[in-house]
């Protein structure tokens, strides 16, 4: 079965892993969608999606204030150079 693409898709493949029982419950009959307890959850993806992103809100609200504020200095050079050895293969 293919599942849907998109922000909303994604969104609810993930509440389903975690076994958001709202969203389980409107889950559609026959879905092959894993709920919580599957076998699915010993997969090691399955683990770290159920596990959630490692975020640290703490650093987030510091930069997002900085930002606010003015405080963050943001170097449009620097920001260019990094995109450019990211997209450009290594010199040998």
Same mark, same amino acid.
């Given at each position: 079965?293919?599942?849907?693409?998109?922000?909303?898709?994604l969104t609810r493949?993930?509440?389903?892993?975690? #076994? %958001?029982? /709202?969203?389980?419950?409107? @889950? *559609? +009959?026959?879905?092959? =969608?894993?709920?919580? #307890? %599957?076998? /699915?959850?010993?997969?090691? @993806? *399955? +683990?770290?999606?159920? =596990?959630?992103?490692?975020? %640290?809100? /703490?650093?987030?609200?510091?930069?997002? +204030?900085?930002?606010?504020?003015?405080?963050?200095?943001?170097?449009?050079?620097?920001?260019a150079d990094a995109?450019?050895?990211?997209?450009?293969?290594?010199?040998?």
């Open positions: 079965m293919v599942t849907a693409v998109g922000a909303s898709g493949a993930i509440d389903l892993l975690r #076994g %958001d029982a /709202a969203v389980r419950g409107t @889950a *559609a +009959q026959g879905s092959t =969608a894993p709920k919580a #307890g %599957d076998t /699915a959850l010993a997969n090691p @993806a *399955a +683990q770290l999606v159920a =596990a959630g992103a490692p975020i %640290d809100t /703490a650093k987030v609200a510091s930069l997002r +204030q900085a930002i606010a504020e003015g405080r963050y200095p943001i170097d449009p050079q620097r920001i995109m450019i050895k990211l997209d450009l293969p290594k010199k040998s």
